[in-house]
């Protein structure tokens, strides 16, 4: 895979966390590579394309949740975490903090639901102008740094997904 992304884009730098002697961070490969932007005469983006093994993924979200609760700064923050909640819910059901927290993530669930409707209404939008089962026009940085080959292989892999969609 980092053959792949060297072909693609400038890589300009690589730290292998599977070479740790200690490991103190999961094990994964961190690639920073260049993307030209839309103007040429203005310096590229430096992107980070981390490469690591699904389980790793999963156990890095798990241990996420923890390290919330380290670098919370009040109570409040704490008891928001998923982590903690999910093992005190039953035994705390009536404390007042865990109602706010509950109140706080109901909203904030709310929020994310309305934003992801926004989503699909501008999704749908773009699907109506662009015809049923059409591709999406890929974005101008795609058309610069990809091939025409590969811009074609994405646009059908996204219209077979819209298909299976519907």
């Not at 994964?28 to 790793?56: C, G, K, M, Y």
């Not at 929020?111 to 999704?123: F, G, N, P, S, V």
Request: proline share 7%; charged share 35%; net charge positive.
């Amino acid at each position: 895979m980092y053959r792949v992304i060297q072909k693609q884009f400038k890589v300009t730098s690589v730290k292998n966390k599977f070479l740790q002697t200690k490991y103190t961070q999961p094990p994964d490969l961190h690639i920073n590579a260049a993307l030209p932007t839309f103007d040429p005469s203005s310096d590229p983006w430096i992107v980070e394309i981390q490469l690591l093994f699904r389980d790793i993924l999963t156990v890095k979200k798990e241990l996420h949740k923890f390290y919330g609760i380290v670098r919370a700064e009040t109570p409040e923050e704490v008891l928001a975490n998923p982590a903690f909640i999910a093992g005190v819910r039953e035994k705390v059901e009536g404390d007042a903090a865990i109602k706010t927290v509950r109140e706080a993530a109901e909203k904030e669930k709310k929020k994310r639901d309305e934003e992801i409707l926004a989503l699909k209404k501008e999704l749908a939008k773009l699907k109506e102008q662009h015809g049923a089962g059409a591709a999406l026009p890929a974005p101008p940085l795609l058309e610069q740094v990809m091939s025409p080959a590969q811009r074609r292989s994405i646009r059908r892999s996204m219209s077979e997904k819209a298909r299976e969609e519907d």
